[in-house]
């Protein structure tokens, strides 16, 4: 393993930038967050930064690629498995709460409006995204399917529903963190029980009221 600077080994350097930039790019995103921060955040200088990664593109490119993939592989396990309808979406969830919990604000990251609207970073963020939407309604129309519902626009208003949720439920953890990927599966399960069995009824049209 190669040294980096003062001994410490390559790796373990890249490693505390990483970390630092991680958690600059999820807090601020991407336009508001400097090379010059990040490097006071590592505690290292600035030109090592650049050194290990380049300009701030490939910093922002080396945070995705290091968890992202993990990330998309683990929903795509699920996906492979044999759950299915709300069984399937648990065990989703788990899967994104287990896979984000060593680096929490790499959801951020991949649906960060702010980043790069073209060039390498942009094209690496889209192919996560789409892995993720297309993953999210195929599960989504399994489960309308499952209860009866066949029409395509319910479907697609359903996944994005759904991926606000997964969001929001992402950035309540990050608000929190004291709890634990296992807590946040346990409170997405309660939460999903009570709504699932709530009572149902459609209103009245306009015309009537």
Do not use: N
Not at 21 to 26: E, I, P, V, W
Not at 112 to 122: L, V
Not at 130 to 144: H, K, T
């Amino acid at each position: 393993m190669r040294a980096g600077t003062k001994g410490v080994p390559r790796a373990d350097r890249e490693t505390q930038i990483l970390d630092a930039a991680d958690r600059l790019f999820g807090a601020g995103g991407y336009a508001s967050t400097s090379v010059d921060a990040v490097a006071r955040e590592a505690g290292i200088s600035k030109p090592l930064v650049y050194q290990y990664f380049g300009a701030k593109d490939g910093l922002f490119a080396a945070c995705l690629s290091r968890a992202t993939h993990t990330l998309v592989d683990a929903i795509e396990d699920v996906a492979r498995g044999e759950s299915v309808g709300l069984e399937r979406g648990v065990l989703t969830l788990a899967a994104i709460f287990a896979t984000l919990e060593p680096h929490p604000y790499t959801w951020r990251l991949i649906f960060d409006g702010s980043a790069p609207a073209d060039g390498p970073t942009r094209r690496a963020r889209q192919e996560y995204q789409d892995r993720i939407v297309d993953l999210a309604r195929d599960g989504v129309g399994e489960m309308l399917t499952l209860a009866g519902v066949s029409d395509p626009l319910d479907r697609d208003a359903m996944t994005v529903v759904w991926l606000r949720v997964v969001d929001a439920l992402v950035d309540w953890w990050l608000e929190h963190p004291e709890q634990s990927a296992d807590d946040m599966v346990r409170r997405s399960v309660r939460l999903i029980t009570a709504v699932a069995a709530s009572p149902a009824s459609a209103p009245p049209p306009p015309s009537a009221i």
